[in-house]
């Protein structure tokens, strides 16, 4: 199975997008193995997460805003603006494919686990998700 | 095959976990393919480090100190201590999934490197693992 | 499909290998799927990154530059030089393994990405990556 998804992100922020991927497990049908998700930009990323208390991902935000500074002067690539440069290192930091065991035909995720798409940009944009699953053998 | 291992780790470092995953292979008897690991929680996570020095894990853990400090003050989910959301970043930072290729049945690591499970929490606790092996193809 | 690369690289910095991928995966006919690439290595790394301005990588090196500290007196594990243990952290941060959907045939890459090798020691040395093809199921 393999199929594309999109989203229009509201601006910088995570979304969950854990109960999509596994809407489309349940039509796949595929009892055990590994299902992959990529995301085909490199200004927002993916992210496992504490899925609980949404100050987690409020902390994030803020520890990534202190280690990677929005407009740092030492940034030549500025050209579209402050979150540009910044978006692709915090891309690299979270990442953009991540893959996560399916068992009994779900996402084998830990109870405290949610996966999130994560956009860096200010401004929202269209962003595409390729999510394709193999066979465990 | 896909199988879930436990492990009770002291508290916080690194458990070198390549042996164990050797050994589910060989009962496996894949040939070439893929093996993933997996770890079920969001403050313990998986990392691929050098393995003959022991040193350079401590100084991992010495600069992750300083790169995410336990207990930052502008941290907002602090309930369960100083540990509790720099975990959370530590794990997101060294990832909670990876995937090695397997040759002839066995990881196909470079000779320096290891698979560690990193518990960022102060105290140990019951961490689980899953491992998954897909034909090459 | 299971394939070894070697690179002899130029020092720090970064080499574009996705047209390399794109020529194995010709060779493979896998028509959907997935491309496991592989660095075996803990000194060198694999990045997507964006893929038309080069300041980006540029930008990306200073960064890591700030981040981690080459020859920080914090580090214990220094024999091989100021870059060792940076370059192990580097390595970490970036990571060593990345999973790419295949469809029609190749890489499923945004328009913009690029797969990246990332030495990370001053001096070049021979690198090798492993590319594994696994098909959808």
New interface residues.
């Given amino acids: 199975?393999?199929k594309t998804l999109s989203y229009e992100t509201p601006g910088r922020g995570t979304l969950d997008i854990t109960a999509d991927i596994n809407r489309e497990l349940a039509a796949a049908a595929?009892t055990?193995?590994?299902c992959?998700v990529?995301?085909?930009?490199?200004s927002a990323s993916l992210?496992?997460?504490?899925n609980a208390?949404p100050?987690?991902r409020?902390?994030?935000e803020?520890?990534l805003q202190?280690?990677?500074h929005d407009g740092?002067p030492?940034?030549?690539?500025d050209m579209e603006g402050d979150d540009d440069?910044s978006g692709?290192?915090r891309s690299?930091?979270?990442?953009?494919?991540?893959?996560?065991?399916i068992?009994a035909g779900q996402l084998?995720?830990?109870v405290?686990?949610g996966i999130y798409l994560y956009e860096h940009r200010y401004r929202g944009r269209r962003r595409?998700i390729?999510i394709?699953?193999?066979?465990?053998?």
């Fill in positions: 199975m393999q595929l055990s193995g590994l992959h990529f995301i085909r930009h490199t992210m496992i997460c504490e208390d100050c987690v409020a902390d994030v803020r520890w202190q280690a990677v740092d030492m940034f030549e690539h440069m692709h290192i690299i930091f979270t990442g953009m494919d991540l893959t996560v065991p068992t084998n995720l830990g405290w686990q595409e390729v394709t699953t193999v066979a465990a053998g």
